[in-house]
């Protein structure tokens, strides 16, 4: 279900930036095009790098701070590089963090306020 299909119902949206070529102004824009289109003004923008296990702690406890509840959760960061392993500031391979370690993490880490995880690639 895309943040278009959720905006019927009463939420919050919260964009997180996880590819590092598309800037956070491109995200600012995304989330004012969501407000505009869906009335939904409770639309955020928060920075969150999948393949860096520092970024997903920060964006773990910046929600579980500010947030009282997460309804779903929706995974849909992915990337392959198959040509030459690259590694990640953790030494983890970056497909690999960004894939599932990453996912896993942000999952462990939200869960006691999360009812549901979808996870799409």
């Keep these: 279900m895309s ?6 119902h009463a939420c919050v949206i919260t964009l ?5 070529d598309v800037s956070y102004n491109e995200n600012l824009l995304l989330s004012d095009e969501i ?3 869906t009335g939904n ?22 929600i579980n701070r500010t947030v009282t509840k997460l309804d779903v959760l929706v995974h ?6 198959t040509f030459g392993q690259k590694t990640t500031q953790d030494g983890l391979e970056l497909t690999m963090a960004t894939n ?22």
């Design 76 to 81: 849909n960061a992915g990337t392959a590089h």
């Design 41 to 62: 003004r409770e639309v955020f923008v928060k920075k969150l790098d999948l393949s860096s296990l520092k970024s997903i702690r920060e964006f773990a406890d910046d």
């Design 3 to 8: 943040a278009f299909q959720r905006q019927s």
């Design 100 to 121: 599932h370690f990453g996912p896993f993490l942000l999952t462990h880490l939200l869960i006691g306020k999360s009812k549901l995880v979808v996870h799409f690639h």
């Design 16 to 20: 997180q930036c996880i590819f590092k």
């Design 35 to 37: 407000v505009h289109i």
